[in-house]
């Protein structure tokens, strides 16, 4: 991992409610998509999965938590993304 990347170890992380469909400032940032708009960590209940949390992903243009579940993308009814107080403007070289 390099020197930016948040760790495994780090005990600051915790889920952020984004139900209101606002992405907090210190989202975990994991990627960027086909667009280059970049993707959030994030994690939401899926019906299907007896309403329990699935890992997904969220973006700032599409607020809701985006899984993959069966086989197909769902979004579901609670949305978390992960934030942590201990990140900058770049994490795992991914410039937010």
């Known amino acids: 991992m390099g020197e930016h990347c948040v760790s495994r170890s780090e005990k ?4 952020s409610d984004s139900s209101d469909g606002k992405i907090p400032e210190n989202a975990i940032p994991i990627g960027k998509d086909a667009d280059n708009r970049v993707l959030y960590a994030g994690r939401c209940q ?3 999965n007896r309403y ?5 992903y969220v973006s700032r243009e599409e607020p809701r ?6 086989t197909r ?3 579901g ?4 993304v992960l934030v942590s107080d201990k990140i ?3 994490v795992c070289g ?3």
């Not at 329990?52 to 997904?56: A, D, K, L, M």
């Not at 009814?77 to 978390?80: F, H, I, K, T």
């Open 65 to 70: 938590v985006i899984t993959a579940y069966g």
């Open 77 to 80: 009814n609670r949305n978390e």
């Open 46 to 48: 899926v019906r299907q």
């Open 88 to 90: 900058g403007s770049s």
């Open 12 to 15: 600051a992380k915790q889920n």
């Open 73 to 75: 993308a769902r979004t």
């Open 94 to 96: 991914i410039d937010v």
């Open 52 to 56: 329990r949390f699935v890992p997904g």
